[in-house]
């Protein structure tokens, strides 16, 4: 992969915005009223070959680096629309890309950068084990040339828009292990062609985000479709993380622009008291201090994506990035809930919804405490608080 030039983001920045034209906020919003998955939008996205960005040429995709990949989500969420449809496809895709075999990038990578197969769910969650990932208790069990998997995620998104899902299981029993970050492992799960009982329940949620509870019972795997080594699932895991920190910092400048773009068109429009509310610094201040939030969190979302791209460590700009973006634009949430007074609670401005979006972002896919314990643990040295 070469590093994109600013020439080539910018062109990148500009056709994702032409595509986002046709889908604008009602039609955001309609999607959102009835809790639909955004298919037109999702093989817009598709058939541009945005969503295949991570995807190397050889195998179909665009080939693109990860600040290439962020440009195109922040896009989305600036225009007002939610990348979290389907920004797992990039989230996931490097799980398979650094650790699949030739074979399975093969057989699958072409599909998905053609959109024939989509690559949307990622099965890690579970109930007894929250944010402790490595005390996970959903099992596969090697019987054979397969695994049979029994066990129960929460909070899986996307399982039924999706035609494959990478699920996290339990290979070695938890007591069993020296190291308790070994004992996991890594499957592609094929939901069009499931044996066994898989079924996914879905959770009433904050969001549109088409989120389940899944059960698995006497689910087989074929042992081919085991990514990499088993037992090393945690290891390939962590290895997605800084990609995925970079790509919800940018998701969340996105957000951020769209809050402060919408807030302070309409603090120069609404006229109170016989002036715009925008002359009040009541109003104009908070708008002003999230802008500057937003866009310092912009450059250090940069720094994080250029060294990425450069293969250099990346875990502290990563982290950094994922926490200051996802604080800004919930903080350019509520000013701009603020700006628009009652206006804001109105679902034809759209406030509300990007509103409740943009709140997932501190909380998952990882939650913002969990980002500060990495940079008090690994950046800073402090002991471990878990
Ligand atoms: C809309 C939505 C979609 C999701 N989609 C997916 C998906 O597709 N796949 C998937 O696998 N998961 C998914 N998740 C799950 C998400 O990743 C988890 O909710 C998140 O990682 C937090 O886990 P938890 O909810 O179990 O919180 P818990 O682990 O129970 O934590 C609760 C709170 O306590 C804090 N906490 C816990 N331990 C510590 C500590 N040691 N120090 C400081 N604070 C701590 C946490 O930070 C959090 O604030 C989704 C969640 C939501 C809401």
Redesign the pocket.
């Known amino acids: 992969m070469d590093v994109s030039t600013m020439e080539e983001r910018q062109a990148i920045r500009e056709s994702v915005r032409e595509l986002c034209r046709d889908f604008p906020d009602a039609y955001w919003r309609a999607v959102d009223k009835k809790e639909d998955y955004p298919l037109a939008f999702v093989e817009a996205l598709t058939k541009s070959g945005y969503l295949a960005a991570l995807i190397p040429e050889e195998y179909g995709g665009a080939g693109l680096g990860i600040t290439d990949a962020s440009i195109i989500l922040e896009e989305i969420n600036r225009s007002g629309g939610n990348s979290g449809a389907c920004h ?1 496809q990039m989230y996931t895709m490097g799980t398979l890309l650094r650790h699949g075999s030739e074979e399975q990038k093969r057989r699958y990578l072409p599909g998905i950068a053609r959109g024939e197969i989509r690559l949307q ?5 579970e ?1 007894n ?4 990932t490595t005390r996970i208790e959903t099992k596969a069990v090697r019987s054979g040339d397969r695994y049979v998997v029994n066990g129960q ?6 399982v039924k828009q999706s035609d494959l899902m990478l699920l ?1 299981a339990r290979t070695t029993p938890y007591d069993e292990l020296k190291d308790k970050t070994r004992g996991l492992s890594v499957f592609i799960v094929d939901l069009r062609d499931v044996k066994g009982k898989l079924e996914a329940q879905p959770l009433d ?3 549109n ?1 088409h ?1 389940n509870t899944v059960f698995f019972e006497d689910v087989e795997i074929p042992a081919e479709n085991l990514i990499g080594e088993e037992g090393m699932g945690f290891r390939y895991i962590i290895d997605g993380w800084n990609a995925e920190r970079i790509l919800i910092a940018a998701e969340s400048v996105g957000d951020g622009r769209w809050f402060t773009e919408r807030a302070s068109t309409y603090a120069r429009d609404r006229v109170v008291f016989g002036r715009p509310i925008g002359m009040n610094q009541g109003i104009q201040f908070p708008i002003a201090q999230a802008y500057a939030h937003i866009e310092a969190a912009d450059l250090m979302r940069f720094e994080a994506a250029a060294k990425f791209d450069r293969r250099e460590k990346c875990g502290a700009e990563a982290n950094m990035a994922k926490y200051l973006a996802s604080e800004a634009a919930w903080e350019a949430a509520n000013v701009c809930l603020n700006t628009f007074g009652g206006y804001g609670f109105a679902r034809d401005y759209d406030v509300e919804r990007k509103f409740r979006e943009t709140r ?1 972002l501190s ?8 980002v ?2 990495f940079l008090g643990q690994n950046v800073l040295g402090m002991p471990k ?2």
């Not at 995620?153 to 996307?158: C, L, T």
Request: no cysteine; glycine share 2%.
């Open positions: 797992a769910a990622f099965a890690v969650t109930p084990a929250g944010s402790e995620k929460i909070f899986i998104s996307r996290l949620m904050m969001i985000h989120t997932l909380v998952a896919p990882v939650s913002n405490n969990l500060l314990a608080s878990y």
